[in-house]
């Protein structure tokens, strides 16, 4: 249920357009003017780091956001997980998808044919979400960056308070989906703790609602409140969707918000232990999946990080396993390389030939065999498929390479009635 326009350009380009002058960097939590934005922006772009700020001021930001998405430079594409999931697995002609996020005119001229919006879901006014990008050793005034990255800022309220969920609920009975993606919870992070916890409840009740027929993916995205992660896991999120999407730094997050396994450890180091990954996999699909004791719909989890993917499911209930987690790999360097097919001379191999499957239990040892790149391991009633995956050397474009992970994981699995 999140959607928006991304608008892409120079952060340079941008400032100088609104007529700011450098000046030294400063980190503001929440941006309220185009001072702030200006020292925020030169504080990251000092230390060539990435960062997200919510912009205050509504009709500051409707401003700037005008001058930039009319910028000569700028590029305009679909945002938010939703929209982006909605938009790659609308690349499948058989397929019609129902996107109910925040739509303004803009977001809906970018949407693929096959998506179907709800008059419902339509706005007057897009919602904006600003990138704007520098590269390595790039100046502004004194500041020069150390390396590319971007600084994110939006002015974003509806995608914040999920205010699409329960049109997009009732709109199920009508379109009859074989499918139903959620993404979006992440967003709430900006609402005070007692609107998030009511929010919260109120989506819970809201997916309640879907047929148990129709499986439910979730897809994750970044956060920072442990509390509220855990609430998601613990308070009836997790046992109401049937599948999960998420990547390294999710996994650590969630694990670290529950005192699940490995919690101490504080961030990776280089390529995620397959081990370690394996174990909070398991862990979570223990705890909060589906067993012959515990009401929870929750079968599958879609873990993917830059060098591998591993699809990990509670047996009887899905099937193709080793094309779907294939199928999510190759993507990965299609979208990143921005061509039709693998290009070998693009892309590298960073995975590791071989790992152990667990840290806390007698592991296995496995090597890759590049013959039979999808690996398969089973635990106590959960089996594992990994592929290493084929790594852009050059991405072109990083912004949603998840979200076509996902969606074309899913496109591939197969799943069995029960």
């Given amino acids: 249920v999140n959607a928006c326009v991304d608008v892409v350009l120079s952060g340079v380009k941008l400032l100088e357009a609104l007529g700011l002058e450098p000046g030294d960097g400063k980190n503001h939590a929440v941006l309220s003017s185009g001072q702030d934005l200006k020292e925020a922006f030169a504080h990251f772009m000092e230390r060539g780091a990435a960062a997200e700020r919510f912009f205050s001021d509504a009709a500051a930001f409707q401003d700037i956001a005008r001058t930039a998405s009319e910028h000569p430079a700028a590029q305009l594409y679909v945002g938010g997980n939703a929209a982006l999931i909605g938009q790659k697995l609308a690349t499948n002609p058989d397929l019609k998808i129902l996107l109910c996020g925040p739509v303004g005119p803009k977001l809906h001229e970018l949407l693929d044919d096959n998506v179907v919006v709800p008059p419902e879901s339509m706005q007057e006014r897009d919602e904006f979400h600003l990138i704007l990008e520098y590269q390595a050793g790039e100046q502004w005034g004194r500041v020069r960056a150390p390396a590319a990255n971007r600084f994110i800022f939006s002015h974003d309220l509806s995608n914040g308070a999920l205010n699409m969920l329960e049109v997009f609920v009732s709109s199920l009975d009508e379109f009859q989906p074989d499918l139903v993606v959620l993404s979006g919870l992440h967003m709430m992070e900006g609402?005070?703790?007692?609107?998030?916890?009511?929010?919260?409840?109120?989506?819970?009740?809201?997916?309640?609602?879907?047929?148990?027929?129709?499986?439910?993916?979730?897809?994750?995205?970044?956060?920072?409140?442990?509390?509220?992660?855990?609430?998601?896991?613990?308070?009836?999120?997790?046992?109401?969707?049937?599948?999960?999407?998420?990547?390294?730094?999710?996994?650590?997050?969630?694990?670290?918000?529950?005192?699940?396994?490995?919690?101490?450890?504080?961030?990776?180091?280089?390529?995620?232990?397959?081990?370690?990954?394996?174990?909070?996999?398991?862990?979570?699909?223990?705890?909060?999946?589906?067993?012959?004791?515990?009401?929870?719909?929750?079968?599958?989890?879609?873990?993917?990080?830059?060098?591998?993917?591993?699809?990990?499911?509670v047996d009887g209930h899905w099937g193709n396993q080793a094309a779907a987690v294939?199928?999510?790999?190759?993507?990965?360097?299609?979208?990143?390389?921005?061509?039709?097919?693998?290009?070998?001379?693009?892309?590298?191999?960073?995975?590791?030939?071989?790992?152990?499957?667990?840290?806390?239990?007698?592991?296995?040892k496995i090597s890759l065999n590049p013959d039979e790149p999808v690996v398969h391991w089973h635990r106590e009633g959960i089996s594992f498929h990994f592929t290493p995956v084929l790594v852009c050397k050059d991405p072109v474009r990083t912004v949603g390479l998840g979200d076509a992970i996902s969606a074309e994981g899913l496109l591939y699995s197969e799943v069995y009635a029960q």
């Fill in 326 to 364: 294939a199928a999510g790999a190759r993507a990965a360097g299609t979208q990143a390389c921005a061509t039709d097919t693998i290009d070998t001379s693009k892309v590298f191999l960073k995975a590791p030939l071989e790992f152990v499957t667990s840290h806390t239990e007698a592991p296995s």
């Fill in 191 to 313: 609402q005070s703790k007692e609107m998030r916890q009511r929010r919260l409840l109120e989506a819970v009740a809201s997916i309640s609602d879907i047929p148990t027929d129709i499986p439910i993916h979730l897809e994750l995205a970044s956060m920072t409140d442990q509390d509220f992660m855990s609430n998601i896991m613990h308070q009836q999120v997790f046992p109401l969707v049937t599948s999960i999407g998420l990547n390294e730094q999710e996994l650590l997050f969630l694990t670290q918000s529950a005192s699940g396994p490995h919690a101490s450890l504080a961030s990776w180091s280089g390529v995620p232990d397959v081990g370690v990954v394996s174990d909070i996999l398991f862990w979570i699909l223990k705890e909060h999946g589906k067993t012959a004791e515990r009401a929870s719909d929750l079968t599958r989890i879609h873990f993917h990080t830059l060098a591998y993917h591993i699809l990990v499911t």
